[in-house]
């Protein structure tokens, strides 16, 4: 098996190249080829060249950045991703229960089976764990631009408290699976998996090979009680609020006023039209350990 790992030495601001020997030592009896990172983007064009030069597996070793970088190059490709989770939050490689010890993880990927995961799209790209929209968006902003001597839930922290000062509600319309609802909205997240941020459990039902997004929506809520929702959405207790919604569907469109920035996969963009849609179980991933989800039918089935 020939493996390709690309590796983002800047991730975690710092963390990975720590963590580099112990990759290293865990790919030691595999016929591999490593490539580094040198400027924002440079994963997909990589990725695009593993592809095209046939590897048989290729391990993103980086945060969730790095991540959707690697999925974008890969779309379509039919290879397996494997998850080495080097970043500031890891978010999607704790949804895909990677052992934190990268020796291990590399070993796990390797030996593992390959599942297949939910492969989501927003506008003209892909994404494979999570979206956030509206006051989200703009801590992720923050947190990217300047808050460099934290990790983790602590960087995200910093970043709340940073976008209380600059963050206005906007006007927004939302379209799920052809429902159409409009509100003026703090956030809106729209997920594949249930936790972003370094482990806020925004949509903590969420499944990655259900075929649905989960979306949460926080409405009318001044940025400042932020301060009172966030421990909530630590736990994934959030839904309890009034101003806080849960729904599912297949596709869903939303709308903003005015431009808004939004975080995909720990990457950040701004726009004001939003169209997600989402390809059930098209792509593939080796090592997950994560209980598959349940059709009325297989769990029938399980349980006969």
């Known amino acids: 098996m020939r493996i390709k790992v690309i590796f983002n030495p800047h991730a975690g601001r710092g963390k990975a190249v720590k963590l580099k020997p112990e990759i290293l030592a865990g790919l030691a009896e595999s016929n591999y080829h490593w490539e580094e990172t040198r400027r924002h983007g440079h994963a997909v064009e990589i990725a695009q060249k593993a592809v095209a030069d046939r590897f048989d597996l290729i391990i993103a070793a980086g945060g969730d950045g790095t991540i959707n970088q690697v999925v974008n190059g890969m ?13 500031t939050g890891n978010d999607f490689a704790s949804m895909l229960g990677m052992p934190k010890e990268p020796g291990r993880a590399v070993r796990r990927i390797i030996a593992g089976e390959t599942r297949r ?30 808050i460099r001597f934290a990790g983790g839930m602590a960087a995200y922290l910093l970043g709340v408290f940073k976008t209380f000062f600059s963050f206005k509600l906007r006007r927004i319309k939302l379209v799920i699976d052809g429902k159409t609802r409009e509100f003026n909205a703090l956030m809106l997240a729209v997920t594949n998996s249930r936790s972003y941020g370094g482990g806020i459990k925004i949509t903590p039902e969420a499944r990655i090979d259900d075929g649905l997004f989960d979306i949460c929506v926080v409405k009318d809520l001044p940025p400042v009680k932020i301060l009172y929702c966030l421990p909530m959405a630590v736990k994934g207790i959030h839904h309890r609020l009034r101003n806080v919604e849960m729904f599912r569907g297949r596709e869903v469109y939303l709308e903003s006023s005015s431009p808004v920035f939004y975080h995909m996969d720990g990457e950040v963009f ?35």
Do not use: M, Q
Not at 278 to 291: N, Q, R, Y
């Open 117 to 146: 995961v939910d492969l989501c799209r927003i506008n003209n790209r892909y994404f494979i764990s999570s979206v956030g929209i509206g006051f989200d968006g703009e801590v992720a902003y923050n947190v990217n631009r300047g």
């Open 270 to 304: 701004k726009d004001t039209v939003f169209h997600f849609s989402l390809l059930p179980g098209s792509f593939p991933v080796k090592g997950a350990d994560f209980e598959p989800w349940l059709t009325a039918e297989t769990a029938a089935a399980k349980e006969a």
């Open 75 to 87: 779309v379509g490709s039919g290879i397996p991703l494997g998850v080495l989770g080097c970043g």
